[in-house]
């Protein structure tokens, strides 16, 4: 059973911890599973019932308590067995449990299972890692010529390193050495940005080894780490880091002007198996296998066409470590005790071999049986590389090119169908109500942290949102459609006190910010081409919800319209009302309307406002065929009162298929009807 995540787990308070119990599976059952089973108990510890149904462990499935009445947002199915009085069925019962009993609380630092834990100790790294490697060494001492000690490279990314100049290997990562010799700020630093502090290369940092100029090494690709290091006279200097296959330790490109270590594309190492073998606890490896290992003919082979042999104990005892982990989930192999050892082999993440205990027993008969083997799986390794993996690449790429294919579609889309497109900003290219925006698009070293923060406690940072970036592009590239950006952003973040004004201009930054990062994004847009409209006044009607005193505070130093203004703008129509919001705003890229009140986005005037920026390109056909994109109900609605052609920005994502999605003004809200372009 999975628990909560590990930090949401650490929030919890030791009273709450102390009513979750430990779930240790029978012996005979050490499998996962997402059983949702709820046991009930009389006052002697009896099994009177069992209920087994969808109900997961929340206030949605269970109810939560309001105004006195228990509110349940999710109907679940069950099924309740009673036991009574029968006892047979009782045990019965007892025997499928898939936890044994008597259970234990949760004490000190134990932490709950999650699936987390499974993909870590998967593809190992940190803590995890060096408890493999530990591992690895334990049960490789009693076989020669084992060369990986680290975590089994079980997936496609083992790639080949040149040592351009002789550099140094060492036993721990930049991160773990960060944690040691360096102060809070340069953790959160590193941990924010990738920045790397000048303590980390002191020489508190000693190397395990050297490699010399001209060394080919296997790298673990999955385990490329990115950093920033700021040099007093060389500025910033972009630092990679690989991770050893062999589990000796780490390398990196350094801080000297030229790199030490470079990727080799193709290299020799990109597409040889390896073999793993898998041994029982506190069993010594079978001579069998020692001598089969021994022999001169498969120690060559070895040596030559494979990546290197691979040695973990296939059934720790307790805990579920990395090598049990791949000996059941990449191998589907689960060791039986008194049984001998298994193995397995996999080329750029492909299986090439599976062998059960009984099925390794027949390959050890002899070094020949062995050595047939091993040109077996070269033979399967070609196979894969020209069938499975070559098929896997080229869907990679094809997955890769698809976003951008779609963009194009849904660009030439718009561009057929529209004279104009008004976007809003808020959920689309910004996080709503977000003012803190990464100016600059995140450097490679900041885009893996954010690719790595499975706890988005960094990904939140930056505001930005760039699913639509490449529609933008294809759109900018090869069609000239014009493009407003017209929020309400103002309205949220504002208020008509004097305060407020501050919040304003956190407003407008985080809008300058958002204009610099497109043209950062999408190369092309001048910031002429971009028209942000905010609301930042106050309409009478607004006033009427303060104090005297607190709107005549809000009054000073604002030029309201004069009653007699308002209404002449308004005896001709909303559209003239826009224009009259857009000729009263200064120039640049931030435009403010004259008015901010609750009319201005629920009338959809904002819009109008943003078509009628460009009224003079459009006097010769009247009023453009307009298209909004938006991200929520509200900009839907909007765009309905505006009178404009609506679409939610994620079905831009379905390229020709988008004209599916638009949504007319006249269209019945609860039919979503669409517009039908033939």
């Known amino acids: 059973m999975t628990g909560p995540h590990p930090d949401i787990w650490a929030k919890f308070k030791p009273q709450l911890k102390a009513r979750f119990c430990r779930h240790e599976p029978p012996a005979d059952r050490r499998t996962l599973h997402h059983s949702k089973i709820l046991c009930l108990y009389d006052d002697q510890d009896t099994l009177i019932g069992v209920l087994g149904g969808s109900h997961n462990c929340s206030g949605a499935a269970w109810g939560v308590t309001e105004a006195d009445a228990s509110v349940v947002m999710s109907f679940e199915a069950g099924v309740l067995i009673f036991c009574d009085k029968d006892q047979k069925r009782r045990t019965n019962l007892e025997a499928m449990l898939p936890w044994e009993r008597p259970v234990r609380p949760y004490q000190g630092d134990d932490v709950p299972w999650h699936g987390d834990h499974l993909l870590n100790r998967l593809h190992a790294k940190g803590d995890e890692y060096s408890r493999a490697c530990a591992f690895s060494r334990e049960s490789a001492s009693h076989l020669p010529s084992i060369t990986l000690k680290g975590a089994f490279p079980a997936h496609d990314k083992v790639l080949t390193l040149k040592i351009v100049s002789p550099c140094d290997v060492y036993e721990t990562s930049l991160d773990e050495h960060t944690r040691k010799v360096c102060g809070e700020g340069a953790k959160k630093e590193l941990r924010l ?270 505001a930005f949102y760039g699913d639509l970036v490449p529609f933008l592009a294809a ?126 986005a629920e009338d959809g005037l904002y819009l109008q406002a943003a078509v009628a920026r460009h009224r003079e390109a459009f006097e010769l056909i009247g009023a453009p065929r307009t298209l909004v994109i938006g991200a929520d109900h509200a900009h839907k609605l909007a765009a309905r009162l505006a009178g404009f052609d609506y679409i939610e920005e994620k079905y831009l994502a379905f390229g020709a298929l988008a004209a599916q999605k638009v949504v007319r003004p006249d269209a019945p809200e609860e039919l979503e009807e669409v517009v039908d372009f033939g």
Not at 215 to 242: C, S, T
Not at 387 to 399: A, N, W
Not at 534 to 561: D, F, M, T, V
């Open 475 to 600: 759109l900018r590239e090869h069609h000239g459609v014009p493009i407003s950006f017209a929020t309400v952003f103002g309205q949220k973040c504002t208020d008509p006190e004097p305060r407020g004004r501050a919040k304003e201009d956190r407003v407008r930054t985080a809008l300058d910010d958002l204009v610099a990062r497109l043209q950062a994004e999408a190369p092309g847009y001048r910031e002429d081409d971009i028209d942000i409209l905010i609301a930042w006044r106050c309409s009478k009607a607004h006033l009427s919800n303060y104090s005297a005193e607190k709107a005549q505070e809000a009054l000073r130093g604002l030029a309201l319209p004069s009653p007699s203004e308002s209404e002449r703008a308004l005896s001709g129509g909303v559209h003239a009302l826009a224009v009259k919001l857009v000729e009263e705003g200064p120039a640049g890229p931030v435009r403010r309307a004259a008015e901010w009140s609750p009319s201005f």
């Open 193 to 462: 940005r990738g920045v790397l502090h000048g303590n980390v290369f002191s020489r508190s940092r000693r190397p395990v080894k050297r490699l010399q100029a001209g060394a080919l090494v296997a790298v673990d690709g999955g385990q490329h780490k990115n950093y920033e290091y700021r040099h007093a006279v060389r500025g910033v200097i972009a630092i990679d880091e690989y991770r050893l296959v062999d589990g000796s330790g780490y390398v990196d490109t350094g801080v000297g002007s030229s790199k030490a270590v470079a990727l080799v594309e193709g290299g020799e190492y990109d597409a040889k198996p390896c073999l793993g073998v898998f041994v029982e606890r506190d069993q010594p490896a079978p001579p069998a296998l020692v001598t089969c290992l021994g022999d001169g003919r498969v120690q060559s082979l070895l040596k030559d066409k494979f990546l290197g042999v691979w040695c973990g104990i296939g059934n720790a005892p307790g805990r579920l470590e990395h090598a049990e982990c791949v000996c059941r989930k990449i191998f589907d192999v689960e060791l039986k005790e008194g049984q001998g050892p298994c193995l397995g082999a996999v080329v750029k993440g492909e299986r090439v071999l599976v062998a059960d205990q009984a099925e390794t027993a027949l390959l050890l008969e002899s070094p020949q049986a062995f050595h047939g083997m091993l040109r077996d799986v070269l033979r399967k390794s070609e196979g894969a590389l020209a069938t499975s993996v070559k098929d896997r690449e080229e869907k990679r790429i094809k997955m890769e090119e698809l976003p951008l294919q779609k963009a194009r579609e849904a660009a030439k889309f718009v561009a057929d169908n529209y004279d104009l497109l008004v976007i809003e900003p808020e959920g689309t290219l910004k996080a709503p109500g977000r003012v803190k925006l990464w100016r600059e698009p995140p450097s490679a070293a900041e885009k893996a942290r954010l690719a790595d923060d499975t706890s988005r406690q960094i990904g939140t940072r930056d």
